[in-house]
């Protein structure tokens, strides 16, 4: 007797089996609109790039700089870089061409003098090896210092570093940058014999913690317009540790050739800043709450008086607001992609190997515990670059684990009666795994995918402090110049397109797991 086949239901596995919303979908979907973003600014002209790094002075010079280019050549500023290191990584690979620095960082930082004081030309000679070159002294030095409330000081007779040994109950709070430099505080600690142990503080933050009284000594820079606002005493280099840091710019060799003309309007800067002019663009920044490219303007124009407000409004939706959202989310849809194109797979290896699956879950739970900076740090060496390709490498890693996890989970969740009567009828393995198993997992693999996009939307930030732009751009410049506006202006988009990602995969789940119900 012939057994008829019984009818094939609506909503079956088999008929979903190619449903547009499946992880594959999405993936595909995901990459082509990373690819899109990423390929728009690809006919664009040629481009002076610019840098500068997280504090004010430096954010303030980059846009010097690129104002006085601008009517020369196309010219993009990257504010709030990060430091020396990450500057100079990006110069080399051409991420940059022009950067303001300082010579005694140059001399010790990147060439690595015991000690600083050669010559401009013995400095250019050893750079050139490099493609660099050091020229354009702007017109003011800004040196290193260790600065304590005036009131403290006064009352403990400190006025020089070398009064500091007296006091090892004093509490130092340094920048992170200063804690590691070769002319920071390992080196300045040996030479005066001081015993306080220093903790490290974001430079932006360390002058509120020392008016708070939560921190009695701090670094600055001597042309920083806190000192005076928060009443500073800048302890005396009785010993003379710190070398002289006039202020130039650091660029690649091929600029000169490549922009003749903004080369030549840039070197009009040379000896046009002087230290009081530069304290007085430091103050409008931290005591005026104006904008970088306010102040270059108002500099470059000779007009001083205040610029017009600009409200948070303009800030939030400024000029930039559309290459950051271009930046941050084609960092989001490609890291994603990635890790859905790998995920998936390892999690269907985790939920049908015994030995392999605890295996590969351990491996991809290890990599979320490394934190998001450390793990940047030591990709810009392994990947010998900065910027985009650094930031995708940590954000595919940490995007992996919700991803293969819920593959994992979902696919052993599947009841095994569903498997075996799929493979009594003649399925493969491979055929079963794509037809049956997959389809019915969908929705909790969805799941996944869309907790791995949220938590790429927020740790996408991170990529500005090595150059990927996004919105954590203006975090970074907020944060250098103690900006609550500028902080807002990139944390609330951040934080919207972490809220829409959401409401996406949400409805795209309810639609999977409507599709999935009988």
């Not at 390929?39 to 954010?59: Q, V, W």
């Not at 051409?94 to 000690?115: F, M, N, Q, R, S």
């Not at 794509?434 to 907790?451: F, Q, S």
Request: charged share 15%; proline share 5%.
């Amino acid at each position: 007797m012939r057994v008829r086949p019984a009818p094939r239901q609506r909503g079956t596995a088999s008929a979903r089996s190619h449903h547009g919303c499946s992880p594959i979908t999405i993936c595909r979907a995901l990459a082509l609109a990373a690819c899109t973003l990423l390929a728009y600014p690809a006919t664009a002209a040629p481009t002076l790039h610019i840098g500068s790094k997280r504090f004010t002075e430096s954010t303030i010079l980059g846009e010097i700089l690129t104002q006085t280019a601008a009517p020369f050549t196309a010219v993009d500023h990257t504010p709030g870089m990060g430091n020396t290191a990450i500057l100079v990584a990006a110069l080399r690979s051409g991420a940059i061409d022009v950067y303001p620095e300082y010579l005694g960082t140059i001399e010790l930082e990147i060439l690595h003098h015991e000690k600083a004081g050669e010559s401009l030309e013995q400095i250019n000679a050893e750079l050139a090896d490099q493609g660099l070159g050091v020229a354009i002294a702007l017109g003011f030095e800004n040196s290193y210092g260790l600065g304590m409330r005036s009131a403290q000081a006064h009352e403990l007779g400190i006025d020089r570093i070398s009064a500091l040994a007296a006091h090892p109950q004093l509490r130092a709070g340094l920048s992170h940058e200063f804690l590691g430099r070769a002319d920071g505080w390992p080196g300045l600690a040996e030479r005066y014999s001081l015993p306080q142990r220093a903790a490290g503080l974001d430079h932006g933050l360390a002058f509120e913690a020392l008016a708070q009284g939560q921190i009695d000594v701090i670094d600055v820079y001597t042309t920083d317009a806190k000192i005076a606002h928060y009443d500073i005493t800048v302890l005396n280099d009785d010993l003379g540790y710190f070398p002289h840091y006039d202020a130039v710019v650091l660029y690649r060799r091929s600029v000169e050739q490549r922009f003749p003309a903004a080369w030549r309007a840039l070197q009009g800067l040379q000896g046009k800043i002087s230290a009081a002019q530069m304290i007085t663009l430091n103050a409008q920044a931290d005591d005026e709450h104006r904008t970088a490219a306010q102040i270059a303007h108002g500099y470059l124009t000779a007009t001083h008086g205040p610029s017009p407000a600009v409200s948070f409004a303009d800030r939030l939706f400024g000029a930039d607001f559309w290459r950051l959202a271009r930046q941050h989310l084609s960092l989001v849809a490609l890291s994603v992609a990635l890790a859905t194109a790998l995920g998936v797979p390892l999690g269907v290896i985790a939920a049908h190997r015994r030995i392999a699956g605890p295996v590969i879950l351990g491996i991809v739970s290890t990599l979320q515990t490394i934190p998001a900076l450390a793990l940047l740090a030591a990709l810009i060496p392994a990947l010998g670059a900065i910027g985009t390709a650094p930031t995708l490498v940590a954000l595919f890693l940490f995007a992996l684990l919700p991803i293969v996890r819920n593959t994992a989970v979902a696919l052993r969740s599947i009841p095994v009666s569903l498997v075996e009567a799929a493979t009594a009828l003649g399925a493969r393995p491979l055929t079963c795994l794509a037809l049956i198993e997959l389809p019915l997992a969908a929705p909790v693999i969805v799941a996944g995918i869309r907790t791995a996009a949220v938590i790429s939307v927020g740790t996408a930030t991170i990529g500005a402090f090595v150059g990927a732009g996004g919105f954590g751009e203006r975090i970074s410049i907020g944060l250098a110049l103690n900006d609550d506006q500028m902080l807002l202006a990139g944390a609330l988009p951040a934080a919207a397109l972490a809220l829409l990602m959401e409401l996406l995969f949400a409805a795209l789940e309810r639609r999977l797991r409507g599709a999935s119900a009988p």
